[in-house]
């Protein structure tokens, strides 16, 4: 199916499917074909399930299932773009470690190149699977400046963007790297901590007028409530 897809498939369209599928880390896993693929099938299935109701409850089911098929087309988009906002929250926690790890060896006296090698040796995550796969395009042979910038691109997310261009930089001007990865390193944990104290601010005035509306009726009670009783009493004496 996704082989007879294919001469539709518009390059401006194939252009942004693959871009997609990279931003994602599925650029393994799924062609732009099979993505097709992928969407007829749900389509289909979505269309098959409502025509099946449709022969046994009515032909309104039968109706309903050409909008289930465009739905069931739309889909995979959806879960397309929920993957790609996953993988970018999951680099935005992981970056700030990652990139206390270089400083830390940069400063022990390693160039860029040796304390990438030893950060992504034993780890895991979003981020260090990025940077084994610019290790591995420098080993055979690219320019490591030009396989971060690969990784930028594929990860899409300003921090990393921010550290690739930096880095770029400080690898065209031949300098030392610790400095550069150290103040990256510590505007980042910054970022990250006012980031934190807004959330918390947002969430101490999105409790507040929740916490108004169920505290404020008891106050009222509690301070009219006798008040109440002794006018009730006074007014059912004879």
């Keep these: 199916m996704a082989v007879l897809l294919h001469p539709s498939i518009s ?13 994602a880390g599925l650029e393994d896993v799924y062609t732009v074909e099979g993505m097709y693929g992928l969407k007829s099938l749900t389509a289909a299935g979505c269309l098959a399930y409502f025509v099946l109701l449709g022969i046994k409850a009515g032909s309104l089911f039968i109706g309903m299932g050409i909008l289930a098929a465009s739905f069931g087309y739309w889909l995979p988009n959806l879960w397309l773009r929920q993957k790609i906002n996953r993988r970018k929250r999951q680099i935005r926690r992981e970056f700030p470690y990652i990139l206390s790890t270089l400083a830390v060896m940069s400063e022990a006296g390693l160039q860029l190149f040796p304390a990438l090698q030893g950060t992504v040796g034993t780890g895991k995550g979003e981020v260090v699977q990025e ?6 395009d420098a080993s055979f042979g690219m320019a490591l400046a030009e396989s971060l910038q690969r990784m930028a691109h594929r990860c ?22 610790a ?31 929740p916490l108004l509306l169920l505290v404020f009726p008891a ?18 004496q004879p």
């Design 11 to 23: 390059p401006t369209t194939r252009q942004k499917i693959q871009r997609q599928l990279i931003n």
């Design 131 to 136: 940077l084994r796969r610019v290790v591995k």
């Design 156 to 177: 899409q997310v300003e921090e990393v963007n921010r550290f690739v261009s930096a880095v770029t930089q400080n690898l065209e001007r031949g300098t030392g790297i």
């Design 179 to 209: 400095q550069v990865l150290r103040k990256q390193s510590v505007e980042l944990w910054n970022t990250r901590k006012k980031k934190a104290q807004q959330l918390g601010q947002q969430a101490s005035l999105k409790m507040f007028f």
């Design 219 to 236: 106050i009222i009670i509690f301070i009219l409530g006798p008040v109440l009783i002794q006018a009730a009493k006074f007014l059912m």
